[in-house]
């Protein structure tokens, strides 16, 4: 049973550009999170979605970041316009309900910024 | 405002030594904590959770972490660290945000293992 998938692993862009990053659940998961690990600190939550829904952005960015998880495919994290500041681990994870379900996580995306 | 915190930012044991690792928490109700686990450039795997009941947990690669209210504490142990346990260790808690369903993490304590 594959778990979490993230890609791409590493990205590169420079400032100005754009940034997205795919986040597959494992299967029968329809919950999604992602959170952002900033160097020297802990994961930071940042939006909760359910299958064309957002439940939770409470931790996004007012400007520049939105996500989405659409019907079909994974859910994705875009960054427009991206700063230096925006380099960071973004992780994704995935639960099968809430309440006591716990979050999977997947292997990050490195996002640096040049 | 919910907050967890990892008193010890780098802790070294000796390989065979006991571990303890502190975690301590602030939230309204009953809690759900869990400990992760992240090796360098890797993703977060986990290795307990409390949700309700007994308050000594038992998880994956020999580790247990006991609940204490009292305390607001979850402390994680192992009682014979091996050389491969060496990696970034993030206690959580969950039941937060908006929905009350993302978590809160501590900043993190990074154990090395010496020989």
């Known amino acids: 049973n594959a778990g979490v998938m993230q890609n791409p692993r590493h990205l590169v862009r420079r400032r100005g550009q754009e940034a997205r990053l795919r986040c597959s659940p494992m299967k029968g998961h329809s919950h999604v999170y992602w959170y952002r690990q900033l160097p020297e600190e802990g994961l930071k939550f940042m939006v909760y979605l359910q299958k064309e829904n957002i439940i939770d952005e409470s931790g996004m960015p007012k400007e520049r970041f939105s996500a989405e998880f659409p019907k079909e495919g994974p859910s994705i994290l875009r960054i427009q316009q991206v700063v230096r500041g925006d380099s960071a681990a973004y992780f994704c994870?995935?639960?099968?309900?809430?309440?006591?379900?716990?979050?999977?996580f997947g292997p990050g995306t490195r996002l640096t910024v040049t | 405002a919910q907050s967890v915190t990892q008193p010890d930012i780098h802790i070294t044991v000796s390989e065979g030594a006991s571990l303890e690792l502190r975690c301590n928490y602030s939230y309204g109700a009953t809690p759900y904590l869990f400990w992760y686990v992240q090796s360098p450039g890797q993703g977060l795997q986990l290795l307990l959770k409390y949700f309700s009941g007994d308050t000594l947990v038992q998880g994956i690669k020999g580790f247990e972490a006991e609940f204490k209210r009292s305390q607001s504490s979850f402390n994680l142990r192992k009682p014979s660290v091996h050389w491969s346990d060496a990696a970034e260790y993030f206690c959580a808690v969950g039941g937060v945000g908006q929905a009350g369903t993302a978590l809160i993490f501590g900043k993190g304590t990074t154990l090395s293992v010496s020989s």
């Open positions: 994870a995935s639960s099968r309900g809430t309440g006591n379900y716990e979050q999977y």
